[in-house]
């Protein structure tokens, strides 16, 4: 079947605007994450989805990053005021169920977001 | 803290040599540790993890928290095993939030 999908694949905003990234999991799957991998690190735990409600944004950096899973689907990052060092990819997984042991997460191709 | 650290940036060996990719990691408690991959031009996705002790891809890793380390090892390299790997551990209980090393890239030369 279909992975998880992400889109767009790439965006450039200017410093200062909103942006929205999508992300469409694996059908049936319950949890979803939200990551971000800046240049030259490893992913970055954002935030958390159990069904429609946000289990855990622990990992967002400000008030400035939002996300949303309204149907317990699809998921939206919104980023306002964008600023340079939001430069990155954003990653999306999801997985079956959220048990930490057994669990499989599944990665999205990532939305690269450039900041001008 | 959580962390995990991937002393390599870049791994460069020859087709048919032993491969061992270093991750070491800080948690108070007891984490489950994870190996993913990611190919050029792929996604990434998990190779391997310690609780279900397996091989994948001739890949196997050990746990040892004496030294909290989790090393990557092959035997014998192959070409098709470049990539980027990145370690990577999260609490086992509750919902699986990974916290990533740096990546290591792996360069198998024929």
């Known amino acids: 079947g279909a992975g998880v999908s992400q889109t767009p694949s790439n965006k450039v905003t200017e410093k200062g605007k909103y942006v929205e990234l999508r992300c469409d999991p694996i059908?049936?799957?319950?949890?979803l994450y939200w990551y971000r991998q800046s240049l030259g690190q490893g992913p970055e735990f954002l935030i958390y989805?159990?069904?429609?409600?946000?289990?855990?944004d622990s990992g967002l950096p400000n008030d400035r990053f939002f996300a949303v899973r309204p149907e317990g689907s699809v998921s939206t990052l919104k980023i306002q005021r964008t600023e340079r060092g939001d430069s990155a990819v954003y990653l999306c997984?999801?997985?079956?169920?959220?048990?930490?042991?057994?669990?499989?997460?599944?990665f999205g191709p990532g939305t690269r977001l450039t900041v001008l | 803290a959580q962390r995990v650290t991937q002393p390599e940036k870049l791994l460069s060996v020859f087709k048919g040599a032993p491969v061992e990719l270093k991750c070491n990691y800080s948690?108070?408690?007891?984490?489950?540790l994870f190996w993913y991959v990611q190919y050029s031009r792929q996604r990434l996705q998990l190779l391997l993890r310690?609780?279900s002790r397996e091989s994948i891809k001739g890949f196997t890793a050990d746990l040892n928290k004496g030294e909290t380390s989790f090393h990557l090892k092959k035997p014998f390299a192959q070409e098709e095993d470049s990539a980027m790997y990145y370690c990577?551990?999260?609490?086992?209980?509750?919902?699986?939030?990974?916290?990533f090393g740096t990546g290591t890239r792996l360069l198998v030369s024929p």
């Open positions: 997984a999801s997985s079956y169920v959220a048990a930490a042991n057994t669990d499989t997460q599944y």
């Open positions: 059908s049936g799957h319950t949890a």
């Open positions: 989805f159990q069904g429609t409600g946000a289990a855990d």
């Open positions: 948690y108070s408690g007891s984490p489950e």
């Open positions: 310690h609780i």
């Open positions: 990577a551990l999260s609490r086992n209980t509750g919902f699986q939030k990974l916290v």
